[in-house]
């Protein structure tokens, strides 16, 4: 088992910067990849970046360039730092991992809220 706990988020305005972070515990060596999620107001869940335990990154398209997902692996620790906000955004963010590259993401935080204003 895997427990995620995130923190930060909050109100920003559009261009600023806000940092995310994701601490694992439990079952953390068992972890095969992490990533974060988002889910914007009147959309469907949806990855933003993803990071595996060998290092190799995955972005979505809408955040490439102005996002970072990062890890701190001495303190079971993920990050997702997001330059250039616009308000689109928006979301609640989620972090999440799996333990299997041909699983799901079946662990998960308990979800913060980022609001940039324009």
């Known amino acids: 088992q895997v427990q995620l706990v995130q923190s930060g988020g909050g109100l920003v305005q559009s261009g600023g910067s806000l940092r995310l972070s994701c601490t694992a515990s439990?079952?953390?060596?068992?972890?095969?990849?992490m990533a974060w999620h988002r889910q914007r107001p009147g959309k469907q869940r949806e990855l933003v970046a993803a990071?595996?335990?060998?290092?190799?990154?995955n972005y979505a398209g809408a955040v490439k360039g102005r996002f970072t997902i990062s890890r701190d692996s001495a303190k079971n620790t993920m990050y997702l730092q997001m330059n250039s906000l616009k308000p689109e955004d928006t979301a609640v963010y989620y972090c999440?991992?799996?333990?299997?590259?041909?699983?799901?993401?079946?662990?998960w935080g308990q979800g913060t809220q980022v609001t940039v204003s324009s």
């Open positions: 999440a991992a799996t333990l299997r590259s041909d699983r799901p993401y079946d662990y």
């Open positions: 990071l595996t335990r060998t290092g190799r990154t």
């Open positions: 439990g079952s953390v060596s068992t972890i095969y990849a």
